[in-house]
């Protein structure tokens, strides 16, 4: 059995997946180095450093002598995964992290990747036709793998993808970003003198405060000093923009940035829970002024945690909500919906988020009701396109703690989404537009129970049968000379 390691490494034109999600995440930037450890043909050394970013790599069999040394940020991009030897396998992630100055990213191929590739077993893997040894990772196995290599716990940025980080902070910092909803600065409604002539400064505050639902410490905020010292204290301060801006919406953001935090403490459940002392500095202040201590903060994010692993809260919590479209099996939002959700569904959508990390291109969120699974599936052009097609979708079992990846790209029947406005929150750029398309879907009779028009053909043949097309958001009668839309 001859295996042949070098042939398995690809020359690309786009960067790899590893590569761009963490360039996505900011991890990879021109603020660092990037050292890709068993690079290949260095396809992805070339695109980083073609956008400005210090890159380098080294490759046993395709570059054994450039110099390895180390980096910020290396990458270990598909290379667990072709070596067939356990202990070598273990070594080249060691070697890695060794020149891993602040992040190791580690990507592999997935169980999910192991359909309609024939091969001869071999050691834990597979000796494909081509003579390549492929190992293929289950999620958690590949998590617990690093982790028993390394010893340190690392995060899951997408299936079959991990970072690991040097600075235990810094992961919790990722962690909590990623459930961090994004929200807009409340409106200033009436003017006021020590508001216009501390402008600036009441823009630090204000944004301060959207960003993090609480007044900042004075060494967080240099502008905060300055109207401390202007107007007494921080809070005084504050009540000006309170007075300025009619004070609505701030207790809003109070509300979302207290679910926000809670959703992370309940996740950081998954990994060891860290302790208060290894949490960033200001996620140590936002849970002193949320919750008063850490342990309070915890036991209030454990029965949020408790409540997400029970079939009837989740139902409750689903049946409750006012995103989202709920049908007998499950309740679906859009992703951009998901951190508006009622926060037990956002821990039960977390704790799927978790173990797959983010899934590229998909965009609505399929939260089951009946099982304890969570989908993530990909409608491409859901703004353009009133009906849009399903073309992927991955599931990630919540019991088994299995992750399942299904391509539909070329299924000749596909589900098609209807009555988009569901999916997302009020707010949603092109809302009133998808609405305005299901008002005029009711009224010509096309979303009556009983008619099928679940999948793409059925809804072709309905449209055909009533004599309608469908262009961008807009119902049309068919003319007799009417072409089918593309
Ligand atoms: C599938 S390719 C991946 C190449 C590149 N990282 C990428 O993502 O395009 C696997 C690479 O791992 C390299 N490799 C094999 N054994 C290795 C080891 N022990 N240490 C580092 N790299 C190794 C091979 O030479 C091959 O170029």
Request: proline share 5%; with cysteine.
């Amino acid at each position: 059995l001859t295996i042949l390691r070098a042939k398995t490494a690809l020359r690309r034109h786009s960067l790899s997946r590893p590569a761009a999600r963490a360039v996505a995440d900011g991890i990879i930037s021109s603020e660092v180095s990037v050292f890709d450890y068993g690079c290949g043909h260095g396809s992805d050394v070339r695109l980083l450093a073609s956008q400005g970013i210090k890159a380098s790599g080294w490759d046993p069999a395709l570059a054994p002598d450039s110099p390895k040394h180390p980096a910020e940020v290396v990458i270990l991009s598909y290379v667990v995964n072709v070596i067939e030897n356990a202990q070598e396998r273990a070594e080249a992630l060691k070697r890695a992290w060794e020149l891993a100055r602040s992040v190791l990213v580690v990507a592999a191929r997935g169980l999910w990747d192991v359909r309609g590739i024939a091969g001869q077993q071999h050691e834990d893997g597979l000796v494909t036709r081509a003579g390549t040894f492929q190992k293929f990772f289950e999620q958690t196995e590949l998590r617990n793998w690093i982790e028993s290599c390394l010893g340190v716990q690392p995060v899951a940025a997408g299936p079959g993808l991990f970072y690991v980080f040097r600075d235990s902070g810094r992961a919790q910092g990722y962690l909590a970003s990623r459930f961090r909803q994004r929200l807009a600065v409340p409106r200033q409604r009436q003017a006021d003198v020590l508001f216009d002539r501390y402008r600036p400064a009441f823009d630090g505050l204000m944004s301060f405060f959207a960003e993090r639902g609480r007044l900042p410490r004075a060494e967080e905020l240099p502008a905060a000093a300055e109207l401390s010292h202007e107007l007494g204290s921080i809070r005084r301060a504050f009540a000006v923009v309170r007075r300025v801006t009619g004070g609505e919406g701030w207790e809003d953001i109070v509300r979302k940035r207290v679910h926000d935090l809670l959703v992370y403490i309940a996740l950081a459940k998954f990994g060891r829970r860290p302790r208060f002392s290894q949490l960033p500095q200001d996620l140590q202040y936002d849970i002193r002024d949320f919750f008063g201590s850490y342990t309070a903060a915890c036991e209030t994010a454990d029965r949020l945690l408790f409540g997400a692993g029970k079939k009837e809260a989740v139902e409750e919590a689903c049946q409750r909500s006012a995103l989202g479209k709920l049908t007998q099996n499950a309740l679906y939002v859009h992703a951009s919906a998901v951190p508006m959700l009622d926060p037990l569904l956002r821990v039960y959508e977390g704790s799927a988020r978790v173990l797959s990390g983010e899934i590229p291109g998909a965009n609505i969120v399929k939260l089951h009701r009946r099982r304890a699974q969570v989908s993530y599936l990909t409608y491409p052009r859901f703004d353009s396109m009133g009906h849009p097609t399903l073309t992927g979708g991955v599931t990630v079992n919540l019991a088994r703690l299995e992750i399942d990846q299904r391509d539909y790209g070329s299924w000749p029947n596909p589900p098609v989404l209807h009555r988009k406005e569901l999916f997302v929150a009020p707010g949603y750029p092109r809302r009133d537009m998808f609405a305005r398309l299901t008002a005029a879907e009711e009224r010509a009779g096309l979303l009556q129970g009983g008619l099928l028009i679940g999948t793409a053909l059925d809804w072709a043949s309905a449209l055909k049968d009533r004599g309608f097309v469908v262009r961008g958001h807009r119902l049309q009668r068919r003319s007799p000379t009417a072409q089918p839309p593309a």
